[in-house]
């Protein structure tokens, strides 16, 4: 599955719902919890996550720039903030990984062909029973 970031996320979730991600978001305020709602917090989550990686990495580039010395006060700094860059990472995953699954297994309704309405499914027949071997002897 390719990576996919916030922004992707957030296409596939306005294409699956018809409607830009504002507008689906000031719907989902008004309703009970649902599908919509969970998408909406997935995606925010990753985009959190996101933000989260860039925060750390910006002060990791700081920390360990050519011109700045490197002493034991800043290692624990550095340390930290490569911990913090590798949970922020791992978040990520999770968050894309899961969001992208739930959205691959969601299709978008077609719309109504017509004003009538449509005629119900075939209801499948019941299996029928099939008798074991020792029965039949």
């Known amino acids: 599955m390719p990576h996919l970031t916030s922004t992707d996320i957030a296409g596939r979730i306005e294409d699956l719902y018809g409607a830009p991600l504002t507008d689906l978001e000031a719907h989902a305020q008004d309703q009970p919890p649902g599908m919509l709602s969970a998408l909406l917090g997935m995606q925010d989550a990753l985009a959190l996550a996101e933000r989260s990686i860039d925060f750390h990495r910006d002060r990791l580039a700081r920390l360990i720039h050519p011109e700045r010395q490197i002493g034991p006060h800043e290692v624990s700094h550095l340390l930290d903030g490569t911990r913090r860059l590798a949970e922020a990472v791992a978040v990520r995953e999770v968050q894309a990984k899961s969001v992208a699954a739930v959205l691959q297994s969601l299709a978008r309704a ?17 299996p029928l029973v099939a008798q074991s071997a020792a029965h039949s002897r």
């Open 110 to 126: 077609p719309a109504p062909m017509s004003a009538s309405p449509a005629p119900s499914p075939p209801v499948p027949a019941a």
